[in-house]
């Protein structure tokens, strides 16, 4: 994968992991599961899903956009 | 024992051991200001996590924020995540790590520092400490302000507010003065880790007595169903995205959060940090605004003035624990306002002291200089708290706004080399002449045509006026760096972190 591209790809990653945060498709929606609105359970597993994310980009590209390590 | 003595008991109790922590941290240290400020770049993950996040807090987290759900529903919790689990995380990473690597490599201890050296303008320098001191003083009055009422609200009004703000003060001073970064960083870690116990103890307590999270959303659907949907009136997408994004850059430039970007002791331990991030926002204020939330559905009554957890709590928990909380929070003040004084007496002594008044200053004269520092920063900010000034309440309210302002030239600045130092000056005096404007001169309304236009509002349409700001000061600094050329003492190298 060319060295743009992946770029390309990590600043969509962070702008998606940025919007979606807050579930806009769900905008006034009241469902509730085990007592926790639907739009905090997907707020809760989002940030889940950005620890993830988080963890991948540590592992790879922490150091490649800072001019150090395996530039 | 009565109720008032124990509460007082914890209270004193917790400034004692925090007291103790303090003077460990300064038999431990050396007497050089890189070490009174940083605790020589040695932090490790946890410290590091817990310190910026106990700073990051302050009261809100306990009173603010439930107090908030308690009125207008739980969202606020969508706009930490963003604000601090992401967005936050994301700049952790843009302009911390960046920061970080600078600083190891050139030895920086503050912000303005660090412009001042790549810019070659003392000018420069002194500006961006002065915005800082001038939106920083304010916010730590605010806190002063608000253990003071806290303890006045404790001792049921047997302490007066001056006594609470004064002993808080006292308190501050001296722990400051002997602890220095390293103290103040491990009591932040011990607090972290007892409120984030002690808010997940509350809530099995008052689930356990409610019938669990559905019996609580249940009494939610009676009293106040419109909590339980996305967003209201006063959740709108405008003030999510505004809140979330104006405090988020904003607390980057908080003196006290930027000068964590230089003590970690190894890149590992901000990589672990940044991962660890939105799954600790996550754990803080989930819990303490759903049960903000769910007392309005149990039926709470919260007199005008006073915080909605700590009488949720005394309804629902023993007395000793509702003190535990309480004490928790006031720790979560001082926490706050320790670092603020540390971090606020360093850009005075380093970046004001020294370059304008007395360049000769030694590193060990300036970490006893610094100290000094803390207690006439301190006392001044008392001194103001007891009068309430209503403009200096004014500008404490808005300092996440007046810090984000810097945020963006800075992060041009750090990523950008062909950035000079007139566009710098541009983009800062521009962005925060056009903030200051909006929050001092009262909105006026002009008629253009058929339609009514105001002028210097908070908001325009819903959207914060600071995003406007932040936007003009990285357009400033971006075209006026096109237009100039640099002077000859700027090294746009400095910044630069390649493996040389």
Known sequence: MSRRIRTLLWVLTATVLVVFSVPWFWWGDSRTAAGIPLWLWWHIGWMGVATIVFAVFVRTDWDRYMGVGDV | ?500
Do not use: C
Not at chain 2, 141 to 150: F, P
Not at chain 2, 265 to 286: C, D, Q, T, Y
């Open chain 2, 1 to 500: 024992m009565s109720e008032l003595t124990l509460q007082v008991a914890i209270v004193v109790g917790y400034l004692i051991l925090a007291l103790g922590v303090g003077l460990v941290a300064y038999r431990v240290s050396t007497n050089v200001a890189e070490d009174y400020y940083l605790a020589n770049r040695s932090i490790g993950t946890l410290v590091l996590l817990f310190t910026t996040f106990a700073t990051l807090l302050s009261a809100f987290t306990f009173f603010g924020g439930p107090n908030i759900a308690y009125a207008q529903g739980p969202e606020w919790i969508l706009v930490m995540g963003v604000m601090d689990g992401v967005l936050f995380a994301i700049l952790w990473y843009l302009i911390g790590y960046k920061q970080w690597l600078v600083g190891q490599k050139q030895g920086y201890v503050t912000l303005s520092e660090m412009l001042g050296d790549r810019f070659g303008s003392r000018r420069l320098r002194g500006l961006v400490a002065a915005v800082s001191l001038f939106w920083l003083f304010p916010y730590i009055m605010l806190q002063q302000m608000g253990a003071g009422e806290a303890l006045t609200g404790l001792s049921g009004g047997a302490i007066p507010y001056w006594a609470g703000a004064a002993l808080i003060t006292a308190f501050m001073i001296l722990y400051v003065v002997l602890a220095g970064m390293r103290g103040v960083a491990w009591t932040d870690t011990i607090q972290g880790l007892f409120m984030l116990s002690v808010v997940w103890i509350a809530v099995a307590w008052v689930l356990a007595a409610v019938g669990g999270p559905s019996g609580a959303a249940a009494a939610l659907g009676e009293s106040n169903p419109e909590f339980l949907a996305l967003g209201s009136d006063y959740y709108t997408p405008q003030y999510i995205i505004s809140t979330a994004v104006v405090i988020a850059f904003g607390v980057t430039m908080f003196p006290q959060i930027n000068q964590r970007f230089f003590v970690a002791g190894s890149a590992r331990v901000l990589k672990r940090s940044f991962v660890l991030w939105p799954v600790l926002v996550l754990l803080l204020f989930v819990p303490t605004f759903l049960l903000g939330t769910w007392a309005a559905g149990l039926g709470i009554e919260v007199p005008e003035g006073a915080n909605v957890l700590p009488i949720l709590l005394s309804e629902y928990t023993p007395v000793w624990f509702a003190a535990l909380v309480i004490a928790g929070a006031m720790a979560a003040m001082m926490s706050s306002s320790d670092s603020m004084l540390l971090s606020g007496s360093s850009y005075f002594i380093r970046d004001l002291y020294r370059p304008f008044v007395d360049p000769t200053l030694s590193e060990r004269r300036e970490a006893w200089l610094a100290r000094g520092g803390v207690a006439v920063f301190a006392t001044a900010t008392f001194i103001a708290s007891l009068s309430r000034p209503g403009t200096l309440i004014e500008v404490g309210n808005t300092a996440f706004g007046g810090f984000a302002q810097l945020t963006l030239p800075v992060l041009v600045a750090l990523y950008w080399q062909s950035t000079t130092r007139d566009g710098m000056v541009a983009g800062i005096l521009g962005s925060q002449l056009l903030y200051l404007s909006h929050v001092f001169i009262p909105t006026v309304t002009v008629e253009i045509g058929a339609t009514t236009l105001p002028l210097f509002a908070r908001a325009y349409g819903g959207w914060d006026v600071a995003l406007g700001g932040m936007l003009l000061g990285a357009l400033l600094t971006v075209g006026v760096s096109l237009l100039t050329t640099p002077a000859a003492d700027e090294k746009s190298s400095r910044f630069v972190v390649g493996a040389d």
